[in-house]
């Protein structure tokens, strides 16, 4: 507490005030844009930040993460294509409210779950950075394997038409992720002695291609019955569908509270990203409602529950980013890039070598949180227009922006050809009923669920018997088996039911 | 639906069964003694998508399992789209390395919307010009950076 209110001095001047807010406005816009997503904004700012002092660099950078967070529920909700793969639960009941007319509330639903959840999770990481670092110092490779298992396998009941076609997406977003270099011994996998397969395929350029422009693709080819429904959208003309009413937080507060929960336990796992933390709250929220079916049809709750959660993974992420110099995200990870840039190495360090920097961050973070409500309130109502622009005008502008930020993430021309091949993959995986989402997941955290699949082989001597000796472990590997019972089960009963009736 | 469910378990299981008995041996060298193998990981992944396939093979043959939401097969304009927009973006990556990043966006926009079926001139004009706009603001001036 004393190093917040140390920090707060530091960043009440117009100059860092400014910066923050064109952060948050930046990362805003940025994450509006379908497949522009945080770690494409915050990696494209960095060389903005070269000239600033640390303090407002590290503002700066952590403002658009934070805008592009929220910002990213926009596009999910107006557009049906998740500014990132965190937002796809969003799109799921964000997308049929606004086709029902209240895509004015769905936004401010969003938003108000962003903040809170950002809220949350930044006064965690003041409370929390610290003390967790004795905690986190004691999870192994083996609890985390155990914890990627479970969730890429809840993730995939959760986001896939089926159990196995989620695990299958899954299974090649790891196999995609083994492409490079090997960690241990730096042999070539699978890179058909092309030296630029050597650093493995780029997230970027692979998520731009498998979600906006497979989703552009799938629009063109169903143009007129999109406009028909942008048509549609345009049409909510009472108060109410614009505005959260009494009911609308009745309903949403539970699931935001939840959501920010989620969201700062996930974060804090490294490896584990929005994206788990944004689908866990949503079937955690789907669970306990009294009427799940409204789920997938415009659930205000759905939307809350997985923003909350989506934007409370950022600054919670920071947390063993902050406590031990390990990166819980692919946002984390970048910022450690910008961090030794200005000379600051995150760690535990950090608290006694720099107490008043890490104060100013902290304070920084909290401004960002208040930045990012004022903004979006501001202009959401510019960025709601976008439904009454007709797809023949959308699609053309997403996919040259597409293609300049697969070519800024990717090196060039390279980018942009690892956007294709990936688009026509995602294209069949929606078609066939595959989880891009899934996919993603499974690319993202496949280096660490590599690294601790084998440090987890080696504690464990290479005998599964050893597993007694790590209970967490265990606890998660029946989760698995729970889960996939329960999906199983789930399946069974959605098929039986239509040939029933 | 059932016989695309076949047909895609398949596909899976073969892809996988090559993987296993050909790329990943030719591609992914065993490793040194003493070590776990490079290939680890890639096995274990392509055992799976074996499994997974044959199950969802198995279970369209069998009739279970087959969910209530059935995917739709392509539709003409769906595999138009998907032919047009991928060859539009890479006769843009052509043109620009022969004329530069404002006639290929210009390329890029036009053309997709042309394919979309956007036939007014003015918006076959502002659309570009804006697209183009916005690029050269947010590359050029805010984050300093260039295409091509």
Known sequence: MTQILAGFPDILNLLTLAWIVAGVAIGYLVGALPGLGKATAVAIAIPLTFALPALLAIAFLIGIAKGSAAGSAVSAILLNVPGEPSSAPTALDGYPLARQGKAGKALKAALFASVLGDLGATLALVALAQPIASYALAITPVEICAVLIFSLTFVAGLSAESLAKGLVAALLGLLVATVGLEIESGLPRLTFGDYRLFDGIPLIPMAIGMLAVAEMILQAGNRAALDQQAATVAKGVHPDDSRMTRDDWRRAAPAIVRGTAIGIGVGILPGLGASVGSFLSYGFARSRAKDPGRFGKGAIEGVAASESADNAVVPASLIPLFALGIPGSVIAAILIGAFMLHGVAPGPLMFAQQPRLVGGIYAAMIAASLALLLIGLLFQGAFARVVRVPTRHVVPVVLFLCVIGAWIEGGGAYGVQVMLVFSVLGVLFVKLGFSVVNFLIGFVIGRAFELSLRQSIQILGRDPANLVSHPIALIFLAMTAIAVWRFTRGARRATRQPEET | ?148
């Open chain 2, 1 to 148: 639906m059932r016989a695309t469910q076949m047909f895609v378990g398949l596909i899976l299981a073969l892809f996988a069964a090559a993987m296993l008995l050909w790329l990943i041996p030719a591609q992914i060298p065993s490793g040194f003694a003493g070590q776990l193998s490079p290939r680890l990981l890639p096995q274990i992944t392509m055992w799976g998508v074996l499994g997974l396939g044959l199950w969802i093979a198995g279970t369209a043959v069998w009739g279970r399992g087959v969910p209530a939401h059935r995917p739709g097969v392509f539709a003409r304009a769906e595999l138009v789209a998907l032919v047009v927009l991928p060859a539009l973006v890479l006769v843009a990556l052509w043109v620009l390395t022969l004329a530069g990043p404002l006639a290929a966006g210009t390329l890029l926009v036009v053309g997709a919307a042309l394919m979309m079926g956007e036939r007014n001139p003015l918006a076959l004009v502002l659309l570009p010009a804006g697209a183009l706009g916005v690029g050269w603001l947010l590359l050029y001036r805010v984050l300093g950076t260039t295409v091509g």
